[in-house]
């Protein structure tokens, strides 16, 4: 692989850029794997960049159904922020921001991680007493947020009309170093990584069978063809239930559309990623200057990737409240991402039913600031067998025993 | 936006006027069951790719629970039917047929 640099960029201007390469290669599907990871989003090619970075594992395929970063991946809201409630939560996402702040170092890919602030605002007293819990757990679980005053927000961000009438703002909860990524760019780069290993990444093509016996994986049928492997990941977000279909078992989760927008792009008036939990609606600003906007999920199962009408009118107008000078601003575009949503709003990590068949699932609508993370304990997971630290806490029997991961903070709107 | 017709009143409402309740037909486990069925029950959802059977409730109108047959990808409905019955109607599951010959979803087919 060639490395990107300041002097590559110099060295292709003086030969008409007729030198770069294909970021990754497109390769047929061989017979057999070591390893298959069923889905090229974030969280699938991240677990295959870390199979072979920390456990030597390359003999991998990557296979999508579409395009790689297409499914959530390349639709989310791109909020990258670590301050859960639970101790669990906060080790695995406060891991997978971390491995953000270096993450174009590591990739030698631009995927523009800008630490520029999260608030999540408080706008009841119940809220306030919330957060403030929220930043003591942090406190103790060594992650950096702090419970900040109305006065501090309207600093930090100038145009939240703070004293509105049906919800002033009474404080926030404040990461310093949340803030947001270039959702592609973070699949691209591990795909070129992954690639670069000597991986196979396979588009286009669809796992529509798996193969077991004896209680173990041999192998999944795909639109090209069957493939085989020694293990198998189902890394497939909102289309997890079909996949355990497809593998003969039950999960503990539903799809639901969540939908985002984005507007015009006007000149900067934000620098801080700012969520409105009460009241539904949250917005940053993106580099191009577009409001990037994100709003509610449906009530009701569904794979349409669209998401229903209402929530547009509910997410607009709760933002508008909060940020008066919007009012007038044109949407430009909308979409809908098909997401995983489990009982307790925490993902699922862990061992299936079939021996050699490892799931990450279940992200539901927060799960882009918890790639790297993610793909790091679903690694191991897969390398050793056994879950590792991170992801001891994520396994499905949780629902078994009783063992929930309460992540209210994870649920409806907050990403 | 999605339609249903709420088998009390008749009324044809806008999904803004009703509430999604999840999963239809759920058997009911409680104290004393075993471990499996009380999470089965619980937590263990369908989430078809396809015909699926749902609760609302007509929230904002008569108020009544009701039963609903419905394509998760395409959200064609294929009938409302009243809340107190263990399976749907026999000409719904005529009309889930034509659509997906085949079909099966827990115990009905
Ligand atoms: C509108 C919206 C806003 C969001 N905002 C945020 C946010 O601000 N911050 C945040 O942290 N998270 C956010 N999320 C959630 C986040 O996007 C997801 O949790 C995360 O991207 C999940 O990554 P993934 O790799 O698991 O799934 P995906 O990126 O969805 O990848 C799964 C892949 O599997 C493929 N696949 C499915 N079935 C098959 C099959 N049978 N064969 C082969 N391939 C298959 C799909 O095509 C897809 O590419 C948001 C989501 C949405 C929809």
Known sequence: MRRYSAFAIAREAARYHTGWERAWASPEPKKKYDVIIVGAGGHGLATAFYLGKNFGITNVAIIEKGWLGGGNTGRNTTIIRSNYLQDSSAAIYEKARSLYETMSQDLNYNVMFSPRGVMMLAQTEHEVRGYQRTAHANALQGVKTEFIGPERVKELCPIICIDGPRYPVLGALWQERGGTGRHDAVAWGYARACSDMGMDIIQKCEVVGVRSSGGKVVGVDTTKGPIDCDKLGLVVAGNSGALANMAGFRLPMESVALQALVSEPIKPCMDVVVMANTVHGYMSQSDKGEMVIGGGTDGFNNYTQRGSFHHIEETVRALVETFPIISRLKMLRQWGGIVDVTGDRSPVIGKTPLGNCFINAGWGTGGFKAIPGGGWATAELIAKGEPGPLAAEFGMERFIEGRFIDESVAAGVAH | ?109
């Open chain 2, 1 to 109: 936006m999605l339609t249903l017709q709420c088998p009390y009143c008749g009324v044809w409402a806008e999904e803004t006027e009703l509430h999604a309740e999840g999963e239809a037909h759920l058997k009911r486990f409680g104290p004393g069951s075993d471990d499996a069925d009380f999470e089965s029950y619980l937590f263990m959802r369908e989430n078809p790719k396809g015909v699926h059977f749902e609760r609302w409730r007509h929230s904002h109108g008569c108020g009544k629970f009701f039963h609903a047959a419905r394509c998760t990808m395409t959200l064609k409905v294929f009938g409302t039917y009243p809340a107190q019955t263990l399976e749907p109607p026999q000409d719904i599951k005529d009309r889930i047929s034509e659509t997906y010959p085949g079909w099966t979803w827990r115990n009905f087919k």
